[in-house]
């Protein structure tokens, strides 16, 4: 049940009557009319813009126009008051049934309360993480992988259709680096002394399992071998062993993809057909691909540039600041080239929609990208790049920089096996992701209200034990929801109890918007909210008995409260699903 859509619905409705009665003019597009809650609680539970974006079209003044509109809603039994404020916004107070129907179907739904009905279409296609595989993941990419896994979690709860995906940079020069580095450990795995890591090659430990498999496997044919031949052996074991890695760090964060997608099946090696190739030539037949020059950038290093002819694509005629070359001098494709095949094939596989998860580092690549995906699906695609800032890593305030794993950064691995999974989901999400993040592994422990992901658990963890408390007290007492939705939930009339059931109301908006704006983080705010809500509304009954959610004189009010604990626990554990969190039935 989405209260604002219902009464969206009715103020189209009387948008309806008001043309049918000659008050507007027909052929009024009511496309940007919405109905949200009012920015002060004093001023009612609805309000609407309608008079305001349709006055001037209309050709009335919007004062004018609020006045008759609020006359005609206050035909609606559900509605007590409306009125005009300001320059024609409407201010809406709804009958107190309305929030007592919006309980009872949040009991009856339970987990689902707020989900979307299914939308098959658009398909939509989100590629997160996607890191090199040339070691393990840092907490920067933690974030980007608890970004895109809340998003594809919020998506598929409002009913979209999604896939997972990450992409494997498996074919350019850093994959090459990345097999001398694990040549150098299998000659140590066969007893070398192989001294320090000479510069330039990936100096940590975590390739050293990778250089014993090696030795197991070839013993020491691969020594006797030049390096042509035993580079792509060396390179295959050494990727397949880093996405192996990869993939167990994903798995302790929750973080499973549905498809990994190899850059390398893109290009013509390993028996595969030339997409990038076939991609540039369907551009030149477009005359999106021309022969050029570029000129010098201004103020600033770009590393695409060279003062040759080249082979360029015409990424202006799309938005894009210049043109962008295909091909490196040697006659390689550049990145970009590889890039805009990759998202070709996301568009040929069914994907019209599209969302990239990229660090913050990748902010000047968005621009000549959304321009590739404009030429190479006709228009028909649509990209959204969502960029993740930076993560600081600190202890008590102080920043924390080394790893005994990978040499030089601290892994996710070791901030998950520190901290634990649910306080690294939450506090990367707990932040809008273009914003850094400080992430402080002694306050995400901490069992206090300071603590977002302590705060909002115990709230759920409060919930259970009320309703455990409710079973002591009341031995034969009924608490399916099928059960608490049948009370009467009118008993219901403290502020701050109709505080928190007006959020739950909102809940399903919420996840529309947040949905719609590919933005998970407001699901964790809104969490925390309805939890701190809950938390104020359980101290004010330690001073008000008649507030608390078990009274053993009073069975009726209790199955009341108990109906009403039940929906926040729901919407509780429903949107900490989403974050990909879990929510306890007690905290130890």
Same mark, same amino acid.
């Given at each position: 049940m989405n209260l604002f859509e219902i009464f969206s619905a009715r103020v189209l409705g009387a948008l309806t009557q008001l043309t049918d009665a000659g008050e507007l003019p027909a052929g009024l597009s009511f496309?940007?009319?919405?109905?949200?809650?009012?920015?002060?609680?004093?001023?009612?539970?609805?309000?609407?813009?309608?008079?305001?974006?349709?006055?001037?079209?209309?050709?009335?003044?919007?004062?004018?126009? &609020?006045?008759?509109?609020?006359? #005609?809603? *206050?035909?609606?039994?559900?509605?007590?008051?409306? @009125?005009?404020?300001? $320059? =024609?916004f409407i201010n809406l107070t709804l009958q107190p049934a309305v929030f007592t129907d919006v309980l009872k179907a949040a009991i009856e739904a339970g987990l689902d309360y707020g989900r979307g009905a299914e939308k098959p279409l658009p398909r939509i296609n989100v590629e997160y993480v996607s890191a090199n595989p040339t070691g393990p993941m840092h907490v920067g990419h933690g974030r980007g992988a608890v970004f895109g896994d809340a998003l594809c979690n919020l998506l598929a709860f409002a009913g979209h259709a999604v896939t997972r995906e990450y992409y494997i940079n498996d074919a350019g020069a850093q994959v090459d680096v990345l097999?001398?580095? &694990?040549?150098?450990?299998?000659? #140590?795995? *066969?007893?070398?002394?192989?001294?320090?890591?000479? @510069?330039?090659?990936? $100096? =940590?430990d975590y390739l050293?399992?990778?250089?014993e498999s090696l030795a197991k496997a070839h013993g020491n044919a691969l020594r006797d071998m030049p390096e042509a031949e035993w580079l792509p052996l060396v390179r295959n074991a050494a990727i397949d062993g880093m996405m192996a890695m990869i993939r167990d760090d994903l798995a302790a964060l929750g973080v499973e993809h549905d498809v990994f997608f190899s850059e390398r099946s893109l290009q013509k090696v390993d028996g595969n057909l030339d997409a990038v190739r076939a991609t540039i030539e369907e551009l030149r037949s477009r005359d999106l691909v021309y022969e050029g020059r570029l000129p010098p950038p201004k103020g600033?290093?770009?590393?695409?540039?060279?003062?040759?002819?080249?082979?360029?694509?015409?990424?202006?005629?799309?938005?894009?600041?210049?043109?962008?070359?295909?091909?490196?001098?040697?006659?390689?494709?550049?990145?970009?080239?590889?890039?805009?095949?990759?998202?070709?094939?996301?568009f040929t596989r069914g994907f019209s929609e599209m969302i990239d998860v990229w660090g913050a580092d990748h902010g000047g690549y968005v621009k000549r990208m959304a321009a590739a995906v404009k030429a190479v699906t006709g228009g028909e695609g649509t990209l959204d790049v969502k960029l993740c800032q930076l993560v600081r890593l600190l202890r008590n305030g102080e920043q924390v920089r080394m790893s005994k794993r990978s040499g030089d950064f601290v892994t996710l691995r070791e901030v998950i096996d520190e901290v634990g999974r649910d306080a690294v989901r939450f506090m990367m999400i707990f932040r809008k992701n273009d914003a850094t993040l400080d992430f402080d592994l002694a306050k995400v422990v901490e069992q206090s209200k300071d603590?977002?992901?302590?705060?909002?658990?115990?709230?759920?963890?409060?919930?259970?034990?009320?309703?455990?408390?409710?079973?002591?007290a009341f031995p034969d007492i009924d608490l399916s929801p099928a059960a608490l939705a049948r009370v009467?939930?009118?008993?219901?009339?403290?502020?701050?109890?109709?505080?928190?059931?007006?959020?739950?109301?909102?809940?399903?908006?919420m996840i529309d918007g947040a949905a719609g704006a590919h933005e998970?983080?407001?699901?964790?705010?809104?969490?925390?909210?309805?939890?701190?809500?809950?938390?104020?509304?359980?101290?004010?009954?330690?001073?008000?008995?008649?507030?608390?959610?078990?009274?053993?004189?009073?069975?009726?009010?209790?199955?009341?409260?108990?109906?009403?604990?039940?929906?926040?626990?729901?919407?509780?554990?429903?949107?900490?699903?989403?974050?990909?969190?879990?929510?306890?039935?007690?905290?130890?």
């Open positions: 496309a940007r009319v919405v109905v949200e809650p009012t920015r002060d609680p004093a001023h009612g539970d609805l309000a609407t813009n309608a008079a305001m974006v349709l006055a001037k079209e209309a050709g009335t003044n919007p004062r004018v126009l &609020a006045e008759k509109l609020c006359a #005609e809603l *206050l035909r609606d039994p559900d509605i007590v008051k409306a @009125e005009a404020a300001g $320059p =024609g097999a001398r580095s &694990a040549f150098l450990r299998y000659r #140590e795995a *066969l007893g070398e002394e192989i001294g320090a890591i000479p @510069e330039g090659l990936y $100096p =940590g050293k399992s990778v250089g600033q290093k770009d590393e695409d540039w060279e003062d040759r002819e080249q082979t360029l694509f015409r990424a202006t005629q799309f938005g894009d600041d210049v043109d962008r070359p295909l091909l490196k001098s040697d006659g390689s494709y550049t990145y970009f080239a590889n890039d805009i095949a990759y998202h070709r094939s996301k603590n977002p992901v302590f705060y909002v658990q115990y709230a759920h963890a409060r919930c259970s034990s009320i309703f455990r408390q409710a079973r002591e009467d939930l009118a008993r219901l009339t403290d502020e701050s109890e109709i505080g928190i059931i007006k959020m739950i109301a909102a809940y399903p908006r998970p983080h407001r699901v964790a705010f809104f969490v925390h909210e309805l939890a701190s809500a809950f938390h104020s509304l359980w101290n004010k009954g330690k001073d008000s008995p008649q507030l608390r959610f078990v009274n053993q004189t009073d069975r009726e009010s209790t199955l009341a409260r108990l109906a009403f604990v039940h929906a926040v626990r729901s919407v509780l554990a429903s949107g900490l699903a989403v974050v990909g969190v879990a929510a306890p039935e007690e905290m130890r």
